[in-house]
């Protein structure tokens, strides 16, 4: 069996699985910015919104930093995988970008 992955024939975001005779493409995680295999733990270097954690790369939960993320009254964050959302408190909605009492 010839290693075809050794002429890296994949795109930056994917890693090369040798089989024999042949080879294949794989997407890296989402939490990865290029990779040498499968999983958040072989990544080259994190995503936005990601950081390297016991050797991985995890997701940074931005609702938990010191300096607030959602700033507007009335407004909670929700973390979301590599970024936040900032969505009106429970009893408001979104009214033209301000959240109003329902």
Do not use: R, W
Not at 9 to 27: V, W
Not at 32 to 44: H, N, Q, V, W, Y
Not at 50 to 77: F, G
């Amino acid at each position: 069996d010839l290693d075809e992955c050794t002429a890296t024939p994949c795109k930056d975001h994917q890693y090369c699985l040798n089989t024999d005779g042949s080879f294949s493409c794989k997407a890296c995680d989402a939490s990865c910015i290029g990779c040498t295999g499968e999983g958040s733990d072989k990544c080259k270097t994190c995503a936005s919104g990601y950081m390297k954690e016991d050797e991985k790369c995890t997701d940074i939960d931005e609702c938990n930093l010191p300096e607030k993320v959602c700033v507007k009254e009335n407004q909670d964050c929700v973390n979301t995988p590599g970024s936040y959302k900032c969505v009106c408190s429970e009893g408001f909605e979104d009214k033209d970008g301000t959240c109003v009492q329902t």
